[in-house]
């Protein structure tokens, strides 16, 4: 299974980004699947989550209100919408999915966010 994240770059405070994750399998097959971000100095935390057929989509509180996680089946992507950036938002986000006790990661994207 591979995972590609895309998306990332360097913006304004109050600026959107729109984080895309492209699967090499149906996302179908996976029990969920989310966006973690890990700033410098600190450990991955957990953004955003989604599972199988979008049933559940929680976030983490800092980003609620702001983020947007959602699926594309028949792409075979998911992506992060990210509105009202902030700095403290600046961090290298990644990928994950879960397939009952495989987790799965994919190389990070830098996100920027300069006040």
């Known amino acids: 299974v591979q995972l590609q994240a895309s998306g990332g770059g360097s913006v304004q405070a109050g600026e959107s980004l729109r984080l895309s994750c492209s699967v090499s399998?149906?996302?179908?097959?996976?029990?969920?699947m989310g966006w973690y971000r890990q700033a410098p100095g600190k450990e991955r935390d957990l953004v955003a989550i989604i599972s199988n057929g979008g049933v559940i989509i929680n976030y983490d509180d800092s980003v609620k209100g702001r983020f947007t996680i959602s699926s594309d089946i028949p792409k075979n992507t998911v992506y992060l919408q990210m509105n009202s950036l902030k700095p403290e938002d600046t961090a290298v986000y990644y990928c994950?999915?879960?397939?009952?006790?495989?987790?799965?990661w994919g190389k990070g994207t830098l996100v920027t966010v300069s006040s």
């Open positions: 994950h999915a879960r397939q009952s006790s495989l987790d799965y």
């Open positions: 399998e149906s996302i179908f097959t996976f029990d969920a």
